[in-house]
């Protein structure tokens, strides 16, 4: 799965902006084939900034031919465009104040590769949007993140104590710096308030079956962006 946010959080939606849509520019891969297996940028729980906010240049929505489309609507005659938010966020680089995190992720198929842009229900059980739709981003909260959200165990990097100041530490990921560091002030994103572990699944799970996809260790931050 693509979430990198676990379940508790604590926030207000004012604190919530919904006016971006993921830059498809900056993934690895075509954002209209991600699939919830994926763990790419598309995730919930990326830190983002701004890539396009002019507002004044760009129209409210923009209207394209999309590919899901191009089969059944290769004449000029009975084209079916798809809207799209032209205003982008990608994942922040690291050292900047990003605007916040994704709370949703970004998805165009489900598991079995069957567009969700027919099937909303499927959409809103996978806590997604879809490819150019607006993806909440917030800026101020509780948040839960998974390890895979983070810089934690890549070299060079600090390892996350209770009080530790939360930075942005690249490619949209959280990193940690001891709240005496050198530019934590400046670069500060918000404060590590405790941290946890959840474990692999079922010891007697059948055998194949994959553990808890959302095993290993999780950290609570109070984000502040």
Same mark, same amino acid.
């Given at each position: 799965?693509?979430?990198?946010?676990?379940?508790?959080?604590?926030?207000?939606?004012?604190?919530?902006?919904?006016?971006?849509?993921?830059?498809?520019?900056?993934?690895?891969?075509?954002?209209?084939?991600?699939?919830?297996?994926?763990?790419?940028?598309?995730?919930?729980?990326?830190?983002?900034?701004?890539?396009?906010?002019?507002?004044?240049?760009?129209?409210?929505?923009?209207?394209?031919?999309?590919?899901?489309?191009?089969?059944?609507?290769?004449?000029?005659?009975?084209?079916?465009?798809?809207?799209?938010?032209?205003?982008?966020?990608?994942?922040?680089?690291?050292?900047?104040?990003?605007?916040?995190?994704?709370? &949703?992720?970004?998805?165009?198929?489900?598991? &079995?590769?069957?567009?969700?842009?027919?099937?909303?229900?499927?959409?809103?059980?996978?806590?997604?949007?879809?490819?150019?739709?607006?993806?909440?981003?917030?800026?101020?909260?509780?948040?839960?993140?998974?390890?895979?959200?983070?810089?934690?165990?890549? #070299?060079?990097?600090?390892?996350? #104590?209770?009080?530790?100041?939360?930075?942005?530490?690249?490619?949209?990921?959280?990193?940690?710096?001891?709240?005496?560091?050198?530019?934590?002030?400046?670069?500060?994103?918000?404060?590590? #308030?405790?941290?946890?572990?959840?474990?692999?699944?079922?010891?007697?799970?059948?055998?194949?079956?994959?553990?808890?996809?959302?095993?290993?260790?999780?950290?609570?931050?109070?984000?502040?962006?």
């Amino acid at each position: 799965m693509a979430h990198r946010l676990l379940p508790f959080r604590q926030y207000d939606e004012n604190d919530v902006v919904n006016l971006f849509s993921l830059d498809a520019k900056t993934l690895s891969s075509d954002l209209k084939l991600m699939k919830p297996g994926d763990d790419d940028i598309n995730a919930d729980g990326v830190l983002v900034s701004v890539t396009n906010g002019n507002m004044t240049e760009n129209d409210v929505i923009e209207l394209g031919e999309d590919s899901r489309f191009a089969n059944n609507y290769s004449s000029p005659v009975g084209r079916n465009p798809y809207p799209t938010n032209p205003l982008k966020v990608a994942p922040a680089a690291s050292g900047v104040n990003p605007l916040g995190v994704t709370l &949703n992720q970004t998805l165009a198929v489900d598991e &079995n590769g069957e567009s969700l842009l027919f099937n909303p229900i499927k959409k809103d059980e996978l806590q997604a949007v879809l490819s150019g739709q607006t993806v909440p981003v917030l800026g101020k909260g509780i948040i839960t993140v998974h390890e895979n959200a983070t810089h934690v165990g890549a #070299i060079g990097a600090e390892e996350a #104590i209770i009080g530790s100041n939360v930075i942005c530490g690249g490619e949209g990921k959280f990193a940690f710096l001891a709240a005496q560091a050198a530019g934590a002030r400046t670069q500060r994103i918000g404060k590590l #308030i405790a941290t946890g572990h959840r474990g692999g699944g079922q010891a007697n799970r059948s055998p194949g079956v994959n553990a808890d996809f959302q095993s290993g260790t999780y950290y609570v931050i109070n984000l502040d962006c």
